[in-house]
C-alpha cells in the first residue's frame, strides 16, 4: 500500500531556500517520482520528477524552477527530497509528491508561502 508523507515547508522570504522530504512505503527504486505543487485557484503543476534505478535515475526539472530546484532520491531512507533555492514568491503552493506518470494516493503536501 503506497503511503506519502510530505515535510519541510514553511515561510521564507525572497530569495531563501527550502529543502523538503517524503517519506514513502509501497514503492519500489524502480519507480519514477515526482514532485507537483499547487497554488490557491490554480491546477496542479508538475515541478520535477526523478526516474527509477532501471530507468538510470534521471531528472527533469520543469523550466519555471530549473536552475533553483534540485531532486533527489534516497532509497536506503525511502525519502524523496526537493532542494529549493532563491525562492520567489510564483513559488507559493502547496507540495506533494507522488509516482510518476500514475500516481497513487495523495498525502497531504506541505505548504511553502515565500514572501515578496
Known amino acids: 500500500q503506497v503511503q506519502l508523507v510530505e515535510s519541510g515547508g514553511g515561510s521564507v522570504p525572497a530569495g531563501g531556500s527550502l529543502r523538503l522530504s517524503c517519506t514513502f512505503s509501497?514503492?519500489?527504486?524502480?519507480?519514477?517520482m515526482a514532485w507537483s505543487r499547487q497554488a490557491p485557484g490554480k491546477k496542479l503543476e508538475l515541478v520535477a520528477r526523478?526516474?527509477?534505478?532501471?530507468?538510470?535515475?534521471?531528472?527533469y526539472h520543469d523550466d519555471t524552477v530549473a536552475g533553483r530546484f534540485t531532486i533527489s532520491r534516497d532509497n536506503n531512507k525511502n525519502t524523496l527530497y526537493l532542494q529549493m533555492n532563491d525562492l520567489q514568491p510564483e513559488d507559493t503552493a502547496t507540495y506533494f509528491c507522488?509516482?510518476?506518470?500514475?500516481?497513487?494516493?495523495w498525502g497531504r503536501g506541505t505548504q511553502v508561502t515565500v514572501l515578496g
Open positions: 507522488n509516482i510518476f506518470p500514475f500516481p497513487g494516493p
Open positions: 509501497g514503492i519500489n527504486e524502480n519507480k519514477a
Open positions: 526523478i526516474y527509477g534505478l532501471t530507468d538510470g535515475g534521471g531528472t
